[in-house]
């Protein structure tokens, strides 16, 4: 298994950025890949953004692409999401997940381990 423990969250005005960190420990020889999902109040949880250990390939969901950018420290086993540009309806709680074999990268069910997550509020 592989634990999973996220930094970064917090209260942003709209416009302004956050850098999500998620610091990965145990079995981390064995990942295919890592991403951030979102969960707002009443809404499932929802693919953000992932990255493929081997090689960095990255996805984006459509509502953040040009705003978000997912990277990863492989000599430290962490993963990041730079926010810029940020909007009201960003607000949610932030999950880091990572993924141990090879899987559908946007769906939640493809992901073995997650982080307990960070908040993350944009004002108005």
């Known amino acids: 298994q592989v634990q999973l423990v996220e930094s970064g969250g917090g209260l942003v005005q709209a416009g302004g950025s956050l850098r999500l960190s998620c610091a990965a420990s145990?079995?981390?020889?064995?990942?295919?890949?890592m991403a951030w999902f979102r969960q707002a109040p009443g809404k499932g949880r929802e693919f953000v953004a992932a990255?493929?250990?081997?090689?960095?390939?990255?996805y984006y969901t459509d509502s953040v692409k040009g705003r978000f950018t997912i990277s990863r420290d492989v000599t430290k086993n962490t993963v990041f999401l730079q926010m810029n540009s940020l909007k009201p309806e960003d607000t949610a709680v932030y999950y880091c997940a990572a993924a141990l074999a090879i899987t559908v990268i946007t769906t939640t069910s493809g992901y073995d381990s997650w982080g307990q997550g960070t908040q993350v509020t944009v004002s108005s």
């Open positions: 145990g079995r981390t020889f064995s990942l295919y890949a």
């Open positions: 990255i493929r250990w081997t090689g960095g390939r990255t």
